[in-house]
């Protein structure tokens, strides 16, 4: 004997499999859509169902583009500095990086950081592609502007070994304190990186 | 100039349309399910697509039902004791009373609680159709099962009153302390509830 009608369970499986959705959660979403009018779940559905189709790669810094689109805007800005690259894992880093509006350079999206645990080799990130684009683009810089985690720390080191004796500076984010919080809270790894990059004033 | 491809965007606006999904959580969902291949986005869309259509409620008990069924499964066994009746605010407090296997009569959802905050009065909700139940069906007791918060109160409160005096007892939930909850942690007014409550060993 069921509980819940088979259409609402659907819908609480289908949340479900979202990062960080546990079957609680999923029945709050699910219930909150079915006892509105149909308009929001419909919305959302067809937004789903078109995203895919929606939505493809630029092909030079594999930032996401609408579906067709060859290159990101990001790239093609003649206002952008192509000579100067931040490498990120993911596509979403970059809007993390836009909302800084302290950049002007281009980007390089990895698809992900170099995870044994995970699977994730170095050879599955589009690694070449930035080497290439470094001869191409005649590129100075390169930002490693990974996450400060091992994952981030070791896809760093890995490309700047493969990036070897070319004529361009490499660079990373700056670790050390977060804005906002008491030298107490730091923790030790974080004081250190702190310490290490400290800055005459 | 756009940073994200116009089908993304909409599934990150409707995604936070959600209760409690912020401008964050709705960017994490969306890009877990542009990341993957498009089944698993597909596959919510189309059990978005269909829950309307498939939900209904039971006409006795107004919990959901698939569509077309007249009454709930939990109604109409014949093992569950249509004289005692618990009595809920929402569809899904029948799933949270049902996992406890603890209760073998049937329910009455009033798809609400009464609210003058958020303009919820007791008429929009189905008490009518509860009185209605008493009389129908020969209800010996209910279990006013709502939350135990100031509208869960207020509720059974004016529920209380409608029932007058009909041949029916009415209960409630017991307050008390939660399991595993030191007594230390719980605060006054439960903890005043539990003294109130007190049972004999």
Partial sequence: MSILPPALTDVIEALGTLPGVGPRTAERYAYYLVRNDSTKAQKLASALQDMHAGVGYCKKTYALVPAGQELSDLYTDPRRDKTLVAVVAEPFDIVALE??????????????????IDGVGPE????????????????????LATNASVEGESTALYIQKQIGDRPVQVTRLARGLPIGVDLEYADQITLTRALEGRQTL
């Fill in 99 to 116: 909302k800084t509006a302290s950049f002007n350079g281009t980007y390089h999206v990895l698809g992900g950081l170099v995870s044994p």
């Fill in 124 to 143: 599955s990130l589009r690694i070449a592609e930035l080497i290439q684009r470094i001869d191409d683009d005649g590129v100075q810089e390169i930002i």
